[in-house]
Structures are given as C-alpha cells and as structure tokens.
C-alpha cells in the first residue's frame, strides 16, 4: 500500500469515528435532557464517546506526528 492510500484510508477512518461521536454528543444530550434520565445508558455511551475519542487520537498521531527539533 502506497502512502497516499494509507493516508486516504487513514482520513475516511478519522471522519467515520468524528461522525459517531457527533452522533454519540448528541444522542447523550436528548438522554440527559428527558425527565428521567437513564443513567446506565448515558454512562454507557459516554465510555464508548471515550473509545471512539481514544481512537481518533492513535489515528491523528499516525497522520500528523509530532517532529521533535
């Protein structure tokens, strides 16, 4: 796989995950507004909205290293 590709693919994957934790934000949002809120589910999608966050660092880290002087 050439460089390109693998930077290509790298991107792709890096808007996939910034997509799901757009989504995860905003699902977590209208849980915590409703009367009741489930709080098992809100924690359980705050830790994946980590997950994804973690991921998306590891894949930022390979595109744009840091390039100590």
Known sequence: ?????RE????????????QHRELDAEITGLVQVSV??????NRLK???LQLKDQMARIEDQLYPDIIA
């Open 1 to 5: 796989m050439d460089v390109m590709n």
């Open 8 to 19: 290509e693919l790298l991107h792709a994957q890096l808007d996939a995950l910034r997509l």
């Open 37 to 42: 809120p489930d709080q098992v589910l809100i």
């Open 47 to 49: 830790k994946r909205k």
